[in-house]
């Protein structure tokens, strides 16, 4: 497991886009701050403290506890690319804390929510086998009576020497 964390897809309407800075997600305040719901804010703060902590804690289940039961995990790291169920996420996760992977930093660069849902995008640096990686989180999150709750997370890890470097915006004058 060389991607850890947080990510899913599409939450629907009513959702601002991303702020865009050269063609990147803003990692400003204004970015982070974009869901107006405070309390939401908060606790996608707490999820990804969270989810860091017990990752380097070697804690596989106080990072699963964070996932709906019948949450998602998206990865290109896993055979089939979805983990479903917090019971697989748990032995999942369990793979990375077991080889001593390590996430290095962890930041929020835009929240957005709606109606007890939110989506949380973060970039974050990890340190696998000795190896340094990056990665992108999408972690989509629903309120629960236990509290905010992961339903899908998404983790991606570009590959530089075949990423795209550059976007060629189209003239739209």
């Known amino acids: ?21 050269g063609g990147q997600a803003a990692g400003t305040e204004d970015a982070a701050a974009s869901c107006p719901n ?14 860091k902590e017990g990752y380097n804690s070697g804690d596989a289940a106080r990072v699963a506890s964070l996932y709906t039961e019948d949450a998602y995990y998206l990865t290109q790291h896993y ?7 917090r019971a697989r996420i748990q032995a999942y996760v369990q793979r ?7 996430i290095d930093s962890l930041q929020i660069l ?35 009576a236990q509290g905010w709750r992961i339903a899908a997370h998404e983790a991606a890890v570009p590959d530089p ?10 003239d739209t004058r």
Not at 120 to 140: E, F, M, S
Not at 161 to 170: E, G, I, R
């Open 1 to 21: 497991m060389k991607t850890p964390l947080l990510l899913c897809l599409v939450l629907g309407a009513g959702m601002a886009p991303a702020q865009q800075i």
């Open 38 to 51: 405070p309390a939401a804010r908060s606790a996608a703060q707490q999820i990804v403290d969270k989810w």
């Open 79 to 85: 055979v089939t690319g979805i983990v479903q169920g």
């Open 96 to 102: 990375g804390v077991d080889a001593h992977y390590r």
């Open 110 to 144: 835009f929240t957005g929510c709606v109606e007890g849902l939110m989506y949380v995008i973060a970039r974050y640096q990890a340190t696998n086998a000795g190896q340094k990686a990056i990665g992108v989180n999408l972690v989509v999150a629903k309120r629960t």
């Open 161 to 170: 020497a075949t990423a795209v470097q550059h976007l060629d915006l189209p």
